[in-house]
């Protein structure tokens, strides 16, 4: 596995994103960085970016949790952020962001986790869920799913795969732009690209599309029905709160309410104003909502 790491003078200057960097070893020749704030001791609140973001997603939301008096971790997955890089494609696969994930959460010794999951943060977020049970005390889902290819994916899921798969240049921090209601300041797209300084560094971020369970006989597939069966056993508290302008996942929030019992009786939420990537739009407000959240349901 030839592996790419992204030069630190790339992450100079980053608006709004003071954070000290650390490292964890996920695998005999990977690193994830993550953001790790608040006291060491204090409940964790597990923070999952998907594609094609990294923790900069989270800088409006982290300062919030950590002042009501959590600690926040906020990983970059493997292939994105200031992560090591794997760089072909065939090294990716949605069992070795699984695995990955359950290294760091091994490594770090993460328990009662309140999990925030978006986008991709949810594929991994909730089957680090149903696969670790007593690690996890809470869920907040945010434009998110859980698919198992018995669905039929909508037609811009499959138009997103097939410009994904065979675009040139992959626009990182464009792709963030088309998906938030409000207008990024040329400094914010630059850090999304960041991670990025040229095509070789994007495997991860070009195939995770095509990793998506998109057939009933997907890799994983299985895996994720066998989620769902213990999701819908699921009494912990579980919470949606899903942006009112994302049309990619619209809908996904109504099934989790209906499908986990958990969900019964949460003060669920439809963000105004909210893209699919609703940190970037309505960052403080969502870190209100998770504090919220956790002192609702101690």
Same mark, same amino acid.
């Given at each position: 596995?030839?592996?790419?790491?992204?030069?630190?003078?790339?992450?100079?200057?980053?608006?709004?994103?003071?954070?000290?960097?650390?490292?964890?070893?996920?695998?005999?020749?990977?690193?994830?960085?993550?953001?790790?704030?608040?006291?060491?001791?204090?409940?964790?609140?597990?923070?999952?970016?998907?594609?094609?973001?990294?923790?900069?997603?989270?800088?409006?939301?982290?300062?919030?949790?950590?002042?009501?008096?959590?600690? $926040?971790?906020? &990983? %970059?997955?493997?292939?994105?952020?200031? @992560?090591?890089?794997?760089? #072909?494609?065939?090294?990716?696969?949605?069992?070795?962001?699984?695995?990955?994930?359950?290294?760091?959460?091994?490594?770090?010794?993460?328990?009662?986790?309140?999990?925030?999951?978006?986008?991709?943060?949810?594929?991994?977020?909730?089957?680090?869920?149903?696969?670790?049970?007593?690690?996890?005390?809470?869920?907040?889902?945010?434009?998110?799913?859980?698919?198992?290819?018995?669905?039929?994916?909508?037609?811009?899921?499959?138009?997103?795969?097939?410009?994904?798969?065979?675009?040139?240049?992959?626009?990182?921090?464009?792709?963030?732009?088309?998906?938030?209601?409000?207008?990024?300041?040329?400094?914010?797209?630059?850090?999304?690209?960041?991670?990025?300084?040229?095509?070789?560094?994007?495997?991860?971020?070009?195939?995770?599309? $095509?990793?998506? &369970? %998109?057939?009933?006989?997907?890799?994983? @597939?299985?895996?994720?029905? #066998?989620?769902?069966?213990?999701?819908?056993?699921?009494?912990?508290?579980?919470?949606?709160?899903?942006?009112?302008?994302?049309?990619?996942?619209?809908?996904?929030?109504?099934?989790?309410?209906?499908?986990?019992?958990?969900?019964?009786?949460?003060?669920?939420?439809?963000?105004?104003?909210?893209?699919?990537?609703?940190?970037?739009?309505?960052?403080?407000?969502?870190?209100?909502?998770?504090?919220?959240?956790?002192?609702?349901?101690?």
């Amino acid at each position: 596995m030839h592996v790419l790491q992204t030069p630190d003078h790339q992450f100079e200057h980053l608006p709004d994103y003071p954070f000290v960097p650390h490292y964890a070893p996920v695998a005999s020749n990977l690193q994830m960085h993550y953001v790790d704030e608040g006291g060491p001791n204090a409940e964790v609140v597990l923070l999952l970016h998907g594609e094609p973001s990294w923790s900069f997603l989270y800088r409006k939301m982290i300062p919030v949790i950590t002042k009501a008096g959590y600690r $926040a971790v906020a &990983p %970059d997955l493997i292939g994105f952020g200031k @992560s090591d890089k794997p760089a #072909n494609t065939q090294d990716y696969s949605y069992k070795r962001h699984l695995d990955w994930m359950q290294a760091f959460i091994d490594h770090l010794g993460l328990n009662n986790i309140t999990l925030f999951c978006q986008d991709w943060g949810g594929l991994l977020g909730l089957r680090m869920v149903t696969e670790n049970p007593d690690k996890f005390k809470r869920v907040v889902a945010s434009n998110t799913f859980l698919p198992t290819g018995d669905i039929k994916m909508p037609e811009s899921f499959v138009q997103w795969k097939q410009f994904s798969q065979t675009v040139p240049e992959f626009p990182v921090g464009n792709i963030i732009q088309k998906a938030t209601t409000t207008e990024l300041s040329s400094d914010i797209v630059a850090a999304y690209n960041a991670p990025f300084p040229d095509e070789s560094y994007k495997a991860g971020a070009r195939i995770f599309p $095509a990793l998506v &369970p %998109d057939s009933p006989t997907s890799p994983e @597939s299985e895996a994720n029905r #066998n989620a769902w069966k213990v999701l819908s056993q699921w009494t912990k508290p579980f919470l949606t709160c899903f942006g009112d302008a994302d049309p990619i996942t619209k809908g996904a929030d109504k099934f989790f309410q209906q499908m986990i019992p958990g969900a019964k009786g949460q003060t669920h939420t439809t963000v105004a104003g909210g893209g699919h990537f609703i940190q970037e739009d309505r960052g403080e407000e969502l870190g209100k909502i998770v504090v919220d959240f956790i002192k609702a349901n101690k």
